[in-house]
Nanobody
Framework: QVQLVESGGDLVQPGGSLRLSCAVSGGVFSLWIMGWYRQAPGKQRELVTSITRDGNTNYDDSVKGRFTISRDNAKNTVYLQMNSLKPEDTAVYYC?????????WGQGTQVTVSS
């Protein structure tokens, strides 16, 4: 019954910012390591960043210094603040546990960075 619903994706100019949200329902969210993944057309889905229940974070080098993951355990929500966006950030962004539960992948939210 776990459901992960991403939102906040948009078309933005290079250098712009977006804030993505992932609303989690149906599980014990506060105990999970959560991550943001992304998948560009023709490429594998990759883990971009993760956060533990206590707020410890990891970032892929490609986004380090530009993206910030956070979570609100009271709201069962994970956020991804994306700054200084680059065209290579264009992808569908998904949230999931780390490691991911395959059945829980949602629709994701499209982020397009283009001039």
């Amino acid at each position: 019954q776990v459901q992960l619903v991403e939102s906040g994706g948009d078309l933005v100019q290079p250098g712009g910012s977006l804030r993505l949200s992932c609303a989690v329902s149906g599980g014990v969210f506060s105990l999970w390591i959560m991550g943001w993944y992304r998948q560009a057309p023709g490429k594998q889905r990759e883990l971009v960043t993760s956060i533990t229940r206590d707020g410890n974070t990891n970032y892929d080098d490609s986004v380090k210094g530009r993206f910030t993951i956070s979570r609100d355990n009271a709201k069962n929500t994970v956020y991804l603040q994306m700054n200084s966006l680059k065209p290579e950030d264009t992808a569908v962004y998904y949230c999931n546990t780390v490691p991911a539960v395959q059945m829980w992948w949602g629709q994701g939210t499209q982020v397009t960075v283009s001039s």
